[in-house]
């Protein structure tokens, strides 16, 4: 269908409004409309009105669904495929955090993150993912084997999947300020985001206050994890926005997670929100994951919540919102394949990012692009790059029932070949 060389037409092409900046036909209740798109140099020429510019040898997609390639702002490929030799024992968060721990104490050497990191590239490569954030283990003496791990594996996979990494680490470990300021300058080396897991414990804002003070004077942006639990209790979310806005911090921050939010009582839900909105703070939630290890109970009792965050609240007040792949069978989720169609499909059903369907799809592209400073990037635009997914679907119904396992992903204008890795590949590493 896609040209092996030179210039070429799409026609009947459905793009959504969300995601084509610029492009100003009439849109249909869903968002789309049908447009001709064209496409030279590996950069997307125009995007018209169908039938305005059509071509005699434009081909013709009979009204199929073409997205940006999308953007996952929030995964650990460091700990992706550990699964199979460190399974979760019973499905909670601290046999999450017990089993990882032990995988990482005794099995994460350079060259086993490095084998289980190319696999997980691979696969989001396949399904379409143009760039991804990656958090890092960072705990001693992790951090010094796979930051350097992490930069080779950026520049192998330039111009395929732009990789950014932000450190990892509970926040009791910021305690050690000298040990802290050299991850900083660590992170900062590798180009890296400042991130944490924030805890409600008795010294939170001071340790933030350090957090924030060491990104400052860094220069770096912030990621951090919140509040991946149902007790009410559990406010770091709001802590963070109250410590950004008495820094004065002005860089880019990503909380993930915030599960607690969807608990708690309507006016510290507001009280929460509003200063999470004035501090400019972005939300990314983990639909996939969370769902799997919150309320799980091990006594013969169904779940009762979801465990997601309140993405429509958030939203309304201006927050930039998010959904990413989260962790990749490991403890933390036992499936996932980094397949950010996936994400949007589950990220629909769980948090019902329909009736209506509005912006939502930005979440996956657009807006999380603009929270990793990638310009261009999520979507559609005459002049951008030519990375794109062509679907069969016509309609979010279609889009959204299937997995969509023959898309057309393309890159600079060209079909990639979508070759997924053979989880045989893996096996050694197993043993």
Known sequence: ????????????????RSLTPGFAEPFDADGFALADMSVADGKIASIRARGRSAQSDAIDLAGRIVLPCFVDCHTHIDKGHIWPRMPNPDGTFMGA???TGADRTSRWSAEDVARRMDFSLRSAY??????????????????????????????????????????????????????FERLAKRVAAAKGVLGVVTYMVPDLEELLDEVFGQAIKHGLD???????????????????AEASLWNGFDGNILVGHCCSLARQPDLEVLDTLDKV????????????????LQDRRNNGTTPRWRGVTLLHEMKA??????????????????????????????ATRILHFDHPVGDWPKAVAATPAEVMRLDG???????????????????????????????????EGRAIERQLPDYAELDELMV
């Open 377 to 411: 990037a999520g979507t559609l635009a005459a002049g951008g790059s030519a990375d794109f997914i062509v679907f069969k679907g016509r309609s979010w119904t279609e889009l959204l029932s299937r997995p969509e396992s023959d898309r057309i992903v393309v890159r």
């Open 317 to 346: 007040r201006g927050i930039k919102v998010a959904v990413a792949s989260d962790n990749t069978r490991d403890p933390f989720y036992a499936y996932g394949d980094l397949d950010m169609l996936e994400v949007y499909r589950m």
């Open 1 to 16: 269908m896609i040209p092996a060389s030179g210039s070429y037409q799409l026609t009947n092409v459905r793009v959504h």
């Open 126 to 179: 396949a399904h379409g993912t143009k760039a991804l954030r990656t958090h890092l283990d960072s705990v001693p003496p992790q951090e010094e084997i796979s930051w350097p791990v992490f930069e080779t594996m950026r520049e192998r996979w330039r111009g395929r999947i732009d990789l950014q990494a932000a450190c990892l680490l509970g926040i009791e470990g910021v305690r050690d300020k000298a040990w």
């Open 277 to 292: 909105a004035k501090a400019g703070l972005a939300v990314v939630s983990l639909p996939m994951c969370n769902l799997y």
């Open 97 to 99: 955090l017990t089993a």
């Open 222 to 240: 912030l990621d951090f994890h919140a509040d991946e639990t149902d007790d009410v209790a559990a406010i770091s979310l709001k802590k963070i």
